[in-house]
């Protein structure tokens, strides 16, 4: 008898087991897309997360292996790297007032993370995200298809969630597309926003859009406000599932995605929220939208605020 052919399964490492990496580890696990290494540098608590997903896997109906680690060489050949390491927000907080402390973390968990899986697609999740993608970009030295931020999937998810809501609609029936830094200067692009096809202008009231596009861009801190002990979590891990999911099964999907642009829409070398068709590869090409002149300029004033706080976290790096 022959002996049996040993197959490469995909691997997914997860760097920060809190709750948008452990609840990111049981969606990638639960939809079979890919055996997962759950990081953290708390000893014990990613082993312990791991071997709970590994006992509901009977029950769950998959066989994806899922393991719990301190170590970065357990991550080696992964094909994605996804960073959600780093401080939550607090009530009160803006994703910026993260900058500081989150920069050190980031850039040394893909430091890390590249040295054992060069050939890895990196996500990075952990806010202020637009900043931090930035600067893992820098710290891996990877092309720029290679290394992208999670937001717009949010942002739009969120859009999208609050005109269901308002219309008593199918969410899945609901269309809507985010742009711009994953904060206040986000650009819900409003006339791009649909139920099966019908814009939301034909829908809704002026007013109603900016009570929803308000709601949109403080999506995040109104979960903050109400929990008071923590940020969200279920959808910021639905939305990086989705990306993961693109990239594994080369779907091409178009997606809004924190990307490092060298002059399209008029923007260089700044990550910002924009269009991109996602696969194998990682990001296969940048849609440029024919944008109004307030949403180019809305667009605009997100990036230099990105770029700002860039050059603020690089000179915290500096210091330090």
């Known amino acids: 008898m022959s002996s049996p052919i040993a197959c490469h399964l995909p691997r997914v490492t997860i760097v920060g087991a809190g709750r948008v990496g452990s609840t990111l580890a049981q969606r990638v696990a639960e939809k079979n897309l890919a055996d997962v290494v759950l990081l953290d540098i708390v000893e014990g608590m990613p082993q312990g997360l791991a071997l709970d997903l590994l006992e509901a896997r009977a029950i769950e109906l998959h066989n994806r292996q899922i ?77 720029r298809n290679r290394i992208m931020g999670m937001a717009g999937v949010l942002d739009s998810a969120r859009f999208e969630t609050f005109i269901a809501l308002e219309l008593g609609v199918l969410p899945a029936d609901v269309k809507a597309m985010v742009l711009g830094s994953h904060g206040d200067l986000m650009v819900p692009l409003s006339r791009y926003a649909t139920v099966n096809g019908v814009p939301i ?100 004033t997100s990036a230099q605020s990105v770029r700002k706080n860039i050059e603020r976290s690089q000179e915290i790096l500096a210091v330090k």
């Open 67 to 143: 393991v719990g680690t301190n170590n970065y060489a357990d991550t080696a050949g992964s094909e994605i790297v996804v960073i959600t390491a780093g401080l939550p927000r607090k009530p009160g907080m803006s994703r910026d007032d993260l900058l500081r402390t989150n920069a050190q973390i980031v850039v040394e968990a893909a430091k890390n993370a590249i040295a054992h899986s060069p050939n890895a697609i990196f996500i990075v999740v952990t806010n202020p995200l637009d900043v931090m993608t930035y600067l893992a970009w820098q710290a891996t030295g990877l092309p």
């Open 201 to 300: 202008t034909e829908l809704l009231d002026e007013a109603t859009i900016d009570r929803l596009v308000e709601r949109t861009r403080n999506g995040g801190a109104e979960i903050v406000e109400l929990m008071q002990t923590g940020g969200a979590f279920f959808a910021p891990a639905s939305a990086t599932s989705v990306m993961v999911e693109s990239i594994l099964l080369n779907q091409s999907r178009l997606l809004p995605i924190a990307t490092y642009l060298q002059g399209e829409y008029g923007l260089e070398d700044v990550v910002i929220g924009v269009p991109c068709r996602l696969g194998c590869g990682g990001i296969e090409s940048i849609l440029e939208l024919n944008l109004s002149d307030s949403e180019s300029k809305a667009l605009h």
